[in-house]
């Protein structure tokens, strides 16, 4: 099950004081439980237990359980935060399911059998059989709407969501164009409105019709959700002004795409900038592959090589 | 020749907070295109009685029926909540004596018009711009203002936005509670002409409640007396006010002071 | 050959309870019969206070008889007023009935083009068709042009009284009620009404009114109904009331 070239062991030693996936069974089984009713009804939140986590709310523990309870042995974990394997939350929440499960990871979005991940979707296209499972703080997209939990879940129940709409026209009223960039609200399966997590609207069209399984969790708001395989995701728009995702001048430094996000890197003081994608495994992927061809504008990109890790990483359009 | 089927029938309807204080025994129907208005002073039951015909709450006792678009005359009671939900946004309006309470204050006034449309399913921001437009002229407010929010209006203008709202997706039943009691009064009498000409060019029926004798013989056809929680007397509204029966009555058209 | 009446009434009574003054009960009409049709114009007389008006008043659905009945002609067959349901009785003052009331109710912010068109929207006409004629009604009956686009509340009595006339007369209804339609109008203009009149009764209307002015009586009326005040026996008790 495991390829050959993956890492065959977790880079941390499996602690053997924790509970296979640090949660109890009970909880695990509960869990599991309300993701199969989730996956059940596509798109609509279904409240769960949510449970003390050894990191505070704010931090993923939606994620990080959703996580827990649906890795196996066999499993092969990736962590991404912001696109990139080696951001600190990344790096720690690796480690962690290394310590509570022993189960291999990799940075290969390719091999991966379940990605979680924080604000972003992969540029590899996700295949069959794979799970991306996102941190998500507020699961409400009608919540700026409307503060009642008990009225908005009429609203969904009712299909009442014309005050979404309303936002959008706002937006257009007042800046000539929809001006939400990230979160952007879609409509799962026809039926319920969802927020895809914040997500960049760029990868909003990757959840249409995913061969993956994505699931949601949040912690603090309690609450999961889940978008089955081969499932329609639309995001809201107008007739006469429809979605669009972000598009660049520049291509990333490092490998050349075009067709990728990418994040902006202010170099020095005086706002040299430069603009490398936000999948890092993609970026060094596509580069390794496109380094025979030998294009000049590569070559000045591999001669001038940002190390992410040592230079401060602004990356665009995140959330603060 | 047949009779005209009611829009709205009202049997038997009991509706108190308490068990005491609301509205008792009310009996009434209304037809296509006529206003009927609630007359009382405070106390009345008038505002319960609203509520209640309004099925903003379930009434205790007694049925509302109504003639729906799909399924013709029914019982309210038996309709789902998704369904009287869908009802009130669609072939009801409910005008609100205060503007702040039935407007998105925090939106702009051609958004709070339009999304009754977008909740229906419009989805052309030109088309939804225009039809608000047209809606805001119709309601004598400058087409200029599409994208101010109702906090930079007056209170007539907030109060005629709050009409146009409920007016946008052409309900054949409009319920008022006293829309003009809020406003000051050179003010009301503009909202009042409004009100009238709407009600005649959209074939409006309409239940208007207010303790204003004034209104309901500028806007009804036809009147109902309330004192108590009971209606003491019903009629056409200038045979109330010229010829009042009950002593009730008499008091309250002898109580206005003559201009 | 007898003509089928417009309009027929029969032992009709009016009395008034006055609940915040004793309970006192003021009869106004009492056994009133007529029968009035096509052609006719029925003029009430009597001294003030005897209840003509309000004998024009019942016959509008505008004060509830207290007894009696009044049968008024609605296509091929009669209506009962009296018994009437409320729906029934606008249809009859939309389609069979006008009154000109002796004083214009008057509506702030309507012109009074659009005041006289009322009972041809009413009925259904186009906004247009109804504004000609209304303004052709108030050409005839001297009402200067510059006026229309006004409301008609800073007009002069015999100004606001034409108003109402047009307003009366232009829905064509088969019966019209009268009251004091000439009371504050100069020679003229009484004499253009008094035209009006003679072209709705040649028209086949019937029509009641009061009339103040004896010229304009002998001119227009056909019939003559005398209307006594109503004794009160004061030896009889006076019923509080229940």
């Known amino acids: ?320 | 020749m047949s009779a005209i089927q009611p829009l709205l029938s009202v049997r038997n309807m009991t509706h108190t907070w308490d068990g005491v204080h609301g509205c008792r025994d009310i009996d009434f129907d209304l037809f296509p295109g006529e206003v009927l208005c609630v007359v009382g002073e405070s106390g009345s039951g008038k505002s319960t009685l609203l509520q209640a015909v309004s099925y903003q709450v379930t009434p205790k006792f007694g049925s509302v029926w109504y003639d729906t678009r799909d399924a013709g005359f029914t019982d309210l009671a038996r309709l789902t909540a998704a369904e009287r939900r869908m009802l009130a946004r669609t072939d009801w309006g409910f005008v609100r004596q205060n503007a702040r309470d039935g407007l998105r204050m925090q939106v702009s006034a051609g958004a709070n018009i339009a999304e009754r449309l977008m909740a229906i399913g419009d989805r052309h921001y030109g088309d939804l711009r225009a039809v608000a437009g047209e809606w805001l002229s119709k309601m004598e407010i400058e087409a200029d203002r599409l994208d101010d929010t109702p906090q930079q209006f007056s209170g007539g203008m907030q109060q005629r936005l709050q009409i146009a709202r409920n007016l946008v997706t052409r309900p054949r039943m409009v319920f008022m509670d006293e829309p003009t009691a809020s406003l000051d009064v050179s003010v009301q009498a503009r909202l009042l002409d409004l009100l009238r000409q709407l009600v005649t060019d959209l074939d409006l029926a309409a239940i208007v409640v207010t303790h204003d004798l004034a209104v309901a013989r500028l806007l009804a056809h036809r009147t109902v007396v309330m004192r108590g929680g009971y209606i003491v007397e019903s009629g056409l509204t200038d045979q109330i006010l010229d010829d009042p029966q009950h002593p009730y009555t008499q008091l309250l058209v002898s109580s206005i002071l003559q201009s | 050959m007898p003509r089928t009446p417009s309009i027929q009434v029969r032992d009709l009574e009016k009395t008034f309870t006055l609940h915040h003054q004793g309970g006192v009960t003021l009869p106004v009409l009492e056994r009133i019969s007529f029968d009035a049709g096509p052609g006719d114009c029925l003029v009430l007389a009597g001294p003030s206070g005897t209840g003509k008006s309000t004998l024009l008043r019942c016959l509008y659905g505008n004060y509830l008889a207290s007894g009696g009945s009044i049968r008024v002609r609605d296509g091929d067959r009669f209506t009962e007023l009296t018994q009437a349901p409320e729906q029934t009785i606008l249809r009859l003052r939309r389609e069979v009935i006008g009154y000109v009331s002796q004083f214009l109710r008057v509506i702030p912010r309507v012109t009074t083009l659009d005041v006289v068109a009322e009972p041809l929207r009413q009925s259904g006409m186009a906004a247009q068709d109804a504004r000609d004629q209304a303004a052709a009604m108030l050409a005839r009956l001297n009402v200067p042009e510059r006026l229309w686009a006004l409301p008609p509340a800073t007009f002069s009595g015999g100004e606001q009284q034409r108003v109402n006339i047009a307003r009366g007369l232009i829905g064509g209804h088969p019966v019209l009620l009268l009251d004091e339609p000439t009371a504050s109008l100069d020679a003229d203009n009484r004499a253009v009404v008094v035209q009006l009149i003679r072209d709705a009764m040649a028209a086949g209307r019937c029509l009641i009114g009061i009339f103040h002015d004896d010229e304009v009586r002998a001119a227009v009326a056909t019939q003559t109904l005398a209307i006594s005040p109503v004794v009160v026996d004061k030896t009889a008790s006076q019923p509080a009331f229940a």
């Open chain 1, 1 to 320: 099950m495991i390829p050959a070239h993956v890492h065959p062991a977790a880079p941390v030693e499996r602690d053997p004081h924790y509970n296979f996936g640090y949660l109890d069974e009970s909880t695990k089984r509960m869990l599991r439980r309300a993701l199969l009713k989730a996956v059940a009804i596509p798109g609509y939140q279904v409240p769960f237990g949510s449970r003390e986590m050894p990191l505070p709310y704010g931090w993923g523990t939606g994620g990080i359980q959703v996580t827990a309870a649906i890795i196996g042995a066999n499993d092969v974990l990736k962590v991404i935060d912001q696109g990139s394997d080696d951001t600190t939350n990344a790096v720690n929440i690796r480690r962690f399911f290394g310590r509570v499960t022993g189960v291999a990871t990799t940075e290969s979005t390719r091999d991966a059998s379940i990605i979680q991940t924080r604000h972003r979707i992969p540029e590899t296209p996700l295949g069959k059989g794979q799970i991306m499972v996102y941190q998500v703080p507020i699961p409400e997209p009608l919540r700026w709407l409307e503060p009642s939990e008990t009225e908005t879940r009429t609203m969904h129940a009712l299909a009442e969501y014309g005050g979404m709409h309303v936002r959008l026209y706002e937006d257009i009223a007042q800046y000539g164009h929809i001006a939400t960039t990230y979160d952007y609200p879609v409509m799962v399966n026809g039926r319920y409105m969802m927020r895809p997590s914040p997500i960049p609207k760029f990868d909003n069209p990757k959840l249409d019709h995913s061969p993956a399984l994505m699931l949601f969790g949040a912690g603090r708001e309690k609450r999961v959700y889940a978008v089955p395989p081969y499932t329609s995701v639309k995001s809201l728009d107008f007739a006469d002004h429809p979605f669009t995702i972000e598009q660049w001048d520049e291509c990333c430094d490092v490998c050349g795409s075009t067709n990728t996000f990418l994040d902006e890197i202010i170099l020095d003081d005086q706002g040299t900038r430069r603009f490398v994608c936000s999948d890092t495994e993609y970026c060094a992927h596509h580069a390794a592959g496109a380094e025979d061809k030998k294009e000049p504008a590569q070559q000045r990109a591999a001669a001038a090589r940002v190390d992410a890790s040592t230079i401060g990483h602004i990356p665009a359009g995140a959330a603060s």
